[in-house]
């Protein structure tokens, strides 16, 4: 069975702090992991995928297969990095397993 | 309009009512999903269509119909539904039913089940 793990349902940093969000998941076939985010207000979207390698917005996440982690990392947080963060993950066609999310809070 | 929209936005329904929960999708795409978003929990994948064809019924209550009548539009039929059912409605879809790429979502119907 495929799931995601996001033990943070909040984090709270301040502007310019090292941001992580906690992804663990388990899957026993070879995952694809996905994070997506919704700012306020807006829709669901892709944020970044693991086998894209690219920095979006400043966030990158390496896939860690022995940890089977996905975190969620930007060097420098800012406040319009505030929304709800899912990490999800893939495996075996088009079906995706959702975390529950984290709430990030960007405070001045 | 482009992307995914779904209408309505809000719906509020008895329990003995018949609705039913629309998703269109401009972008071309093969696949077409619907989920569940109640709070506190993981969003759920409750079916998913491609190429118009069912591919995925995720458990779901046979109080929730869906329909895919062709590759842009997706429907969600409701009747005698409980409160607990009460929740964010979301439709999504990708390009490639073979591949877990990106998926597109709408904004939702937000449905109160009294």
């Known amino acids: 069975a495929q799931r995601v793990t996001q033990p943070e349902k909040l984090l709270s940093v301040f502007k310019g702090a090292p941001v992580e969000l906690k992804c663990n998941y388990s899957y026993s076939g070879s995952p694809e992991l996905f994070w997506y985010v919704q700012y306020s207000r807006q829709r669901l979207q892709l944020l970044l995928r693991h086998i894209s390698r690219e920095s979006i917005k400043g966030f990158t996440a390496d896939l860690n297969k022995g940890e089977t982690s996905f975190h969620l990392k930007k060097p420098f947080a800012q406040e319009e990095d505030s929304a709800m963060y899912y990490c999800?993950?893939?495996?075996?066609?088009?079906?995706?397993?959702f975390g529950t999310g984290t709430q990030l809070k960007v405070e001045l | 309009e482009t992307g995914v929209t779904q209408t309505p936005r809000h719906l509020v329904m008895g329990m003995t009512n018949k609705k039913s929960l629309k998703c269109e999708q401009h972008?071309?795409?093969?696949?077409m999903y619907w989920y569940k978003q109640s709070a506190k929990k993981p969003l759920e994948l409750m079916f998913v269509y491609n190429f118009k064809e069912q591919t995925e019924n995720n458990s779901v209550p046979s109080r929730f119909s869906p329909e895919c009548p062709n590759s842009s539009h997706l429907f969600l039929h409701l009747h005698t539904l409980q409160p607990e059912d009460s929740a964010l409605y979301l439709c999504?879809?990708?390009?490639?039913?073979?591949?877990?790429?990106?998926?597109?979502f709408g904004p939702g119907t937000r449905l109160t089940v009294l």
């Open positions: 972008l071309g795409h093969n696949a």
């Open positions: 999504a879809s990708s390009q490639d039913p073979l591949d877990s790429g990106e998926q597109f």
């Open positions: 999800a993950l893939g495996g075996g066609g088009n079906k995706l397993t």
